[in-house]
């Protein structure tokens, strides 16, 4: 079964600093992986998006990486701000010649305290 | 305007009613999907489609019944609605020209649903 497991669970850091998520999956053969930020009470918003071949992917203070080798993935948080509180959802979605669904992780929820 | 809009946003209802959740887009994508969110659980994918004549079972569709109107309108029916349908539904889009798929690119901003 098609697996993606996040970590931490949740995050508390201060304003300023940076922080790393984590995101392990078993997906495979897969097509691309995606970050989401989800703000409460909003819908998930598409921050990166990586395809097998691709290392890194940056989105102004937010870099994503991933190892195709190790099926892993990170986000990296830079210089973090009150706004960057919400919950980070990895997606790792099949090739086309699969099952096409995509596996959501369960999320990592941030809280950026001043 | 949200590019992704569902209507309503909130609902309570009581359990053997039928309930009706409509999402319109105005981005011009093919594909469309909704997902239900539950606390402490990743997005579950109820149904999708990928353009008007094609619709798919997610991984949770029973329970659940879909209408695709028009190329911008995606519905979602629960025919009977029980208790533990109470969750949080997204209706999402995305453009078939990104590469691999790529899944939903954009979400709406969820109907709470409570079930009596």
Same mark, same amino acid.
Not at chain 2, 40 to 52: H, N, T
Not at chain 2, 96 to 105: A, E, I, S
């Given at each position: 079964k098609n697996q993606v497991e996040q970590s931490p669970q949740s995050l508390i850091i201060l304003e300023g600093k940076n922080c790393t998520l984590q995101c392990n999956y078993t997906v495979s053969p897969f097509s691309n992986l995606?970050?989401?930020?989800?703000?409460?009470?909003?819908?998930p918003v598409s921050l990166t998006i990586m395809t097998f071949s691709e290392n890194?992917?940056?989105?102004?203070?937010?870099?994503?990486t991933l190892d195709a080798d190790t099926k892993q993935s990170s986000l990296h948080i830079t210089a973090s701000q009150l706004s960057d509180s919400a919950s980070y959802i990895c997606v790792v979605s099949p090739t086309s010649g699969g099952s096409y669904i995509p596996t959501f992780g369960r999320g990592t929820s941030l809280i950026v305290h001043p | 305007d949200a590019d992704v809009t569902q209507t309503p946003r909130n609902r309570i209802t009581k359990t053997g009613k039928r309930i009706m959740l409509e999402c319109s887009q105005t981005k011009g994508?093919?594909?469309m999907y909704w997902y239900r969110q539950d606390p402490?659980?990743?997005?579950?994918?109820?149904?999708?489609?990928? %353009?008007?004549?094609?619709?798919?079972? #997610?991984e949770i569709s029973d329970g659940y019944s879909v209408s695709r109107q028009a190329q911008a309108k995606f519905s979602l029916s629960l025919e009977s609605a029980i208790p533990n349908q109470t969750a949080l539904y997204f209706c999402a889009t995305s %453009?078939?020209?990104?590469?691999?798929? #790529?899944?939903?690119?954009?979400?709406?901003?969820?109907t709470r649903l409570s079930i009596l």
């Open positions: 995606r970050w989401y930020k989800q703000d409460t009470g909003r819908g890194t992917k940056s989105n102004g203070r937010y870099t994503a | 994508h093919d594909r402490g659980l990743g997005l579950r994918l109820i149904y999708y489609s990928f %353009d008007v004549k094609d619709i798919n079972k #997610g %453009d078939t020209t990104v590469t691999g798929g #790529g899944g939903p690119q954009h979400f709406g901003d969820g």
